[in-house]
């Protein structure tokens, strides 16, 4: 099934803002928006963000999500160390009738 | 608090099979769909099939539709992957995750290999 595109790494400085992005069509970002998840190595990835916006309690407010087309992006602001992270976009595709993902993105925080 | 908790991980044979659980609490079990959702070492997340919460619909990857079956009991709070005809490429961790991806659990490594 084909996926989400996301760049495989972005670099920036701390404190400053990092913005990821998720390509996918019509069917699945550009339908109902993307999920976004963060992973920590060793550990389970952690939702952020589901169908653009919408954060779970506990998630800061320093991250936001949006979506343009069939472009989903996810802003980090004021970037921290513990930011440091792979970040997976995911949506559901209805002509698949699939759950896709990105290939996951590695933020490194310079 | 929502915990769940996967096991019946291992190391199998190639067409071998395995039976994966999840056991949930800390939520209404029977009202949430549920997904199980993979990744193979140093890779990345690979959807692997839904469940919802009435047991219909289920969806599954084209990567293990036919081997793979999901299920569940809502009366044990449990979820289930049965494995069949296990290949090389099935090796991962395998994660039991409600739906919308909002809780995850640690994971159950399978490896297959001979």
């Known amino acids: 099934q084909a996926g989400l595109t996301q760049p495989p790494s972005v670099s920036k400085g701390l404190r400053q803002t990092a913005t990821l992005t998720c390509t996918g069509n019509s069917n699945n970002v550009g339908d109902q928006g993307a999920a976004w998840l963060q992973q920590h190595q060793g550990h389970p990835p952690k939702l952020l963000s589901y169908r653009n916006n919408n954060r779970p309690s506990g998630i800061s407010e320093r991250l936001s999500a949006s979506r343009s087309g069939n472009t989903a992006s996810l802003t980090i602001t004021g970037l921290q160390p513990e930011d440091e992270a792979d970040y997976y976009c995911?949506?559901?595709?209805?002509?698949?009738?699939?759950?896709?993902f990105g290939g996951g993105t590695k933020l490194t925080v310079l | 608090e929502v915990q769940l908790v996967e096991s019946g991980g291992g190391l199998i044979q190639p067409g071998g099979s395995l039976r994966l659980s999840c056991g949930a609490s800390?939520?209404?079990?029977?009202?949430?769909?549920m997904k199980w959702v993979r990744q193979a070492p140093g890779k990345g997340l690979e959807w692997v099939s839904y469940?919802?919460?009435?047991?219909?619909?289920?969806h599954y990857a084209d990567s293990v539709k036919g081997r793979f079956t999901t299920s569940r009991d809502n009366a044990k709070n449990s979820l289930f992957l049965q494995m069949n005809s296990l290949r090389d490429e099935d090796t991962a961790v395998y994660y039991c995750?409600?739906?919308?991806?909002?809780?995850w659990g640690q994971g159950t490594l399978v490896t297959v290999s001979s």
């Open positions: 800390g939520f209404t079990f029977s009202s949430y769909a």
């Open positions: 469940i919802n919460s009435s047991n219909i619909p289920i």
């Open positions: 995750v409600t739906d919308l991806f909002a809780d």
């Open positions: 995911s949506a559901w595709d209805r002509s698949l009738n699939a759950w896709v």
